[in-house]
């Protein structure tokens, strides 16, 4: 089945052909928008936003795509539910959403919140990031980004995922969808911070070639380094967050040592993890990152609402 007029959940749902048609309708709605502001395709239709954790890049980019598409947008943020397992009130919010909009993008602390509210009603849910679960378009955004650098073909991909790779979600979304690809990854954490058991399985039974390493020289290796930013709100121990929140950090100097074709990606917002002196280096993309998210969320929109392309 394909991916239209579906929920998207986890990036485990996407086919190699999904994600080439995703990766050219991206690719054609960046093209249609250089000459034109809005492309008037979803008139009538309402996207509804429900973040209840932070957000900026991700709701916005999602408000933008829904509105360079011609559709509106209705959206609440910051709300606290206590917990699902009282899932009334999450229930509720949700009922009232299918009845205002044709489809929304969720943001939960819980992971799988995106999963259960996909369940409750019957539009199209985006997950946009549950707790330490998954981010999927937030890895679709990634994968066009390293598209367009040409480095899905060829065997040219090595990717260094650096930082917090236990609850990074974005990294748990994107090695899923790279794993369709000929790829070489490296994961560089503190063990503490390590790749999840799931997505250790997950690897293997893809045969993907990967390791893991404490050591920050790793990155030499690479062409694309993917760095994360120690995700605080996960931690239940603050102590802990301090120990870890400088173990990286990604300057001019070390990029200099690395592969001339090396890109740093960071699926933002970055803390001391990517050093200010890298931001006006060629091999800085991160903004670059963020702005194609657009593109891609309006694919996505398109799709899940299965209106075609003009
Ligand atoms: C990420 C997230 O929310 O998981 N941000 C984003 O959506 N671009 C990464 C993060 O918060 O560290």
Redesign the pocket.
């Known amino acids: 089945m394909s991916w239209r007029k579906q929920s998207i959940l986890s990036a485990q749902q996407f086919t190699p052909t999904d994600l080439a048609e995703i990766l050219e309708m991206s690719r054609a709605l960046e093209a249609m928008l250089r000459t034109r502001r809005n492309l008037k395709l979803l008139d009538d239709y309402i996207l509804a936003t429900l973040f209840f ?1 932070p ?1 900026t ?2 709701r916005l980019s999602f408000e933008a795509a829904m509105h360079r598409l011609g559709g509106r947008v209705i959206s609440t943020t910051g709300v606290q539910f206590s917990s699902l397992a009282k899932g009334e009130t999450l229930f509720d919010t949700l009922k009232m959403v299918e009845s205002y909009s044709d489809i929304c993008a969720i943001r939960h602390s819980v992971e799988g919140a995106s999963t259960l509210a996909a369940r409750s009603i019957k539009i199209p849910v985006i997950n946009a ?1 549950d707790g330490a679960g998954e ?1 999927p378009t ?1 890895g679709l955004l990634d994968l066009y980004t390293i598209h367009k650098r040409g480095y899905l073909t060829n065997d040219k991909l090595s990717i260094a995922f650096v930082g917090d790779i236990r609850y ?3 990294i748990h979304s994107l090695l899923q969808l790279l794993s369709h690809y000929k790829v070489q990854m490296t994961f560089i954490s503190p063990p503490e911070l390590a790749l999840p058991d799931k997505y250790r399985r997950l690897l293997d039974a893809a045969h993907v070639a990967w390791q893991e390493t404490t050591d920050i020289a790793a990155l030499r290796e690479a062409n694309v380094g993917y760095v ?2 120690i ?1 605080e709100e996960r931690f239940t121990d603050r102590a802990e967050y301090e120990r870890f929140k400088d173990a990286y950090i990604i300057d001019l100097e070390l990029v200099n040592s690395c592969r001339k074709d090396l890109i740093v990606m960071h ?3 970055r803390l001391s993890e990517v050093a200010t002196d890298l931001d006006n280096h060629p091999a800085a993309v991160y903004f670059e990152q ?1 702005h194609n998210g657009l593109y891609v969320r309006m694919a996505l929109i398109l799709g899940l609402l299965d209106v075609p392309l003009p």
Request: aromatic share 0%; no cysteine.
């Open positions: 954790e957000s890049r991700t990031g981010h937030q990074g979600r974005t994360t930013r995700q699926p933002l917002p963020a």
